[in-house]
């Protein structure tokens, strides 16, 4: 069963433009995978060096465009006067996105070589990703 536009933007707390962004992201960070597992480009067996992260950027790009956006709307929001739905949203907007990009990086320092975590403990941000999820869904019910 997939879910309509509106239950996502309901339960995720993105709109459809940070969707969009994250999409575009993952489609290039696609891209630069497969380049990158075909050794046509960003390869290097040196560990510890920068390849991985190049294929990982449009991510984090995609999260510091998002944050941007989040910095913009809340200043809007606190202009005209809905203080409580700005921090609301803020803050739920800004825990996704630091749980989302602390599992990109521990990911990446796990694949570059700098990091010896399992990845369990690399895959505990998911988790809270889902636990935070869980109640936010329970909240609009």
Avoid at 61 to 79: E, G, K, P, Q, S
């Amino acid at each position: 069963m997939l879910f309509a536009l509106q239950e996502l933007v309901r339960w995720l707390g993105l709109t459809v433009f940070e969707m969009l962004v994250h999409l575009i992201a993952l489609l290039v960070f696609t891209v630069f995978l497969a380049l990158r597992l075909d050794d046509v480009a960003f390869a290097s067996t040196i560990p510890g060096s920068y390849d991985i992260w190049i294929v990982f950027s449009p991510l984090f790009v995609a999260d510091a465009l998002c944050t941007y956006f989040n910095i913009i709307v809340l200043i809007r929001l606190y202009i005209e006067g809905h203080i409580k739905e700005a921090v609301t949203r803020t803050v739920w907007s800004s825990a996704l996105l630091f749980v989302w990009s602390l599992f990109k990086v521990l990911l990446c320092r796990r694949l570059a070589g700098l990091s010896n975590l399992d990845y369990s403990e690399i895959m505990s941000p998911i988790f809270i990703v889902l636990q935070l999820i869980a109640i936010r869904a329970c909240q609009l019910h």
